[in-house]
């Protein structure tokens, strides 16, 4: 299973960006998993930011109003479109992947955001 992840990269505050991921070698079909987006700020822990499974999305408050997954099936990718991005964003964003509940066992390697003041 590879999950790649691109569009990272510095904006300043106020700007947008879109993280996509992309999927393959997944042992069931796309639409059957949980995709998910987390992310790693310089001396914190990893933390939720977003989820898509079948029709339904969930957001950390954090990122709710402002952040928007969703995913396209016919290319096994998902993307996190950010808006009105805050320094506090600044992190390694990681994509995730999970068919049942108890953890996701399929991770990418992440890509930085940064948002500068």
């Known amino acids: 299973v590879q999950l790649v992840e691109s569009g990272g990269g510095l904006v300043q505050a106020g700007g947008s960006l879109r993280l996509s991921c992309a999927a393959s070698?997944?042992?069931?079909?796309?639409?059957?998993?949980?995709m998910a987006w987390f992310r790693q700020a310089a001396g914190k822990g990893r933390e939720f930011v977003a989820r898509?499974?079948?029709?339904?999305?969930y957001y950390a408050d954090s990122t709710k109003g402002r952040f928007t997954i969703s995913r396209d099936t016919a290319t096994n990718t998902v993307y996190l479109q950010m808006n009105s991005l805050k320094p506090e964003d600044t992190a390694v964003y990681y994509c995730?992947?999970?068919?049942?509940?108890?953890?996701?066992?399929?991770w990418g390697q992440g890509t930085q955001v940064t948002v500068s003041s």
């Open positions: 898509i499974s079948g029709g339904s999305e």
């Open positions: 995730a992947a999970q068919m049942t509940s108890g953890g996701y066992p399929y």
């Open positions: 070698g997944l042992p069931s079909p796309f639409s059957y998993f949980t």
